[in-house]
């Protein structure tokens, strides 16, 4: 398995120990497998790794692996000295904010979630014990202590979450959305009397239709989507440059706003920041939002369209990623596309080159490889290979 790293290096959240505002090609992030016992460092291609999820904060990367075992002991993945990945707390999914995380721990389905908790309260829980705000405030280790697990009454069993900027939403195993942290501006309504608050414990987003049960949720900068099991997708927030299908400026209840037209399953659904990513199980991708980046990724000068159409990808798409204003594919042919905002050489093309990439655009890794999951950070972009 290899890590293949671009964009913006500036506090090494590609992986690499030095700095660097635009790195343009792939490059192969160095890593190794050591033992959480003292001992000698193994040469990670005697371990058994089977990458799950790459995604990007503001500044640092998480990696979530399904295991990383030999011999049945628990290892550590140590990507850099500047981070790393601890596997003593066992975790089904991940998701990167802004300068937070949030994780769901294993077996019992419950929130973990670590950084930046002090303002807007974006970690789910009151952080209040000196100790624990000092960890709060300390991101670079990604620790994971069975500490700073949620425990409500009742308590909430997560099937997925998503982390944002200044909030994070999740969905619990009855397919139900929640929503936590800065709801100052009233953009969510959710079930709660301080509505109009910060929400420091995931409390139920309030539905259009009470019932729905979702499948996926996400979250741009200011706004959410889900997608429902009966393939219509909902949101809710700030409906600026049009992301949220309506006329109103702001939808504060999670609503039906896209219809499937055409008989197809949506096998994702992916924000950027104002912008957002559908992906389909015959292999096509649609945009909608804020275009000023071209981050919709189709012959379409406008700032912004609020009418979901098909992106110009020349192939089969798998797998999409949305950072916070470019975007990356991957396609049945094995290729990884990317188009948007390019100032940190995100999009693989060098920004001297191309400012922003107007239209999909094939990503040339150094060597040839079979990439089995894409990720993106705001200004950074992850691939991984078998």
């Not at 197809?264 to 649609?286: N, P, R, Y």
């Not at 972009?381 to 078998?386: E, G, T």
Request: some cysteine; hydrophobic content about 35%; aromatic content about 12%.
């Amino acid at each position: 398995m290899r890590i293949w790293a671009w964009g913006a290096n500036s506090n090494s959240q590609l992986g690499f120990d030095f700095k660097c505002e635009q790195i343009s090609t792939p490059r192969n992030v160095p890593f190794h497998v050591q033992n959480e016992q003292p001992g000698p460092i193994a040469d990670s291609s005697s371990f058994q790794i089977i990458p799950v999820k790459i995604c990007g904060g503001a500044y640092h990367t998480l990696f979530l692996v399904e295991k990383a075992h030999n011999d049945d002991k628990i290892h550590q993945l140590k990507v850099t000295p500047q981070f790393h990945i601890m596997m003593t707390t066992q975790v089904s999914d991940i998701s990167a904010g802004w300068n937070f995380n949030s994780c769901i721990s294993k077996p019992h389905s419950r929130l973990v979630s670590f950084g930046e908790n002090i303002t807007y309260g974006q970690l789910g829980y009151n952080c209040e014990d000196e100790d624990a705000v000092d960890i709060c405030k300390t991101i670079s280790s990604l620790l994971l202590p069975d500490r700073f697990a949620i425990y409500v009454n009742p308590p909430i069993a997560f099937s997925s979450i998503a982390a944002g900027v200044r909030f994070s939403v999740g969905l619990d195993t009855d397919f139900r959305p929640y929503f936590w942290g800065d709801n100052s501006k009233s953009f969510f309504s959710v079930n709660c009397t301080n509505n109009n608050e910060i929400i420091e414990t995931p409390t139920l987003l309030n539905v259009e239709q009470p019932g729905i049960k979702f499948r996926t949720i996400r979250c741009g900068k200011s706004f959410v989507l889900a997608l429902s099991q009966n393939n219509c997708i909902y949101g809710c927030g700030l409906n600026k440059f049009g992301v949220l299908l309506k006329k109103d400026r702001i939808v504060s209840t999670l609503t039906l706003i896209w219809q499937c037209p055409f008989d197809e399953e949506i096998v994702d659904i992916q924000c950027g920041w104002t912008h957002a990513l559908m992906l389909t199980k015959s292999g096509k991708i649609f945009s909608w939002g804020r275009n000023n980046f071209f981050q919709l990724g189709r012959n379409f000068d406008g700032d912004f369209d609020s009418n979901i159409q098909q992106v110009d990808i020349p192939d089969f798409a798998v797998a999409i990623s949305c950072g916070s204003e470019h975007n990356l594919s991957l396609t049945s042919s094995n290729k990884v596309f990317s188009w948007g905002w390019n100032e940190h050489d995100n999009c693989g093309v060098p920004s001297a080159v191309k400012e922003s990439v107007p239209l999909p655009t094939e990503v040339q890794f150094p060597e040839q490889c079979v990439i089995s999951i894409i990720g993106c950070g705001p200004g950074s972009s992850f691939a991984v290979s078998d």
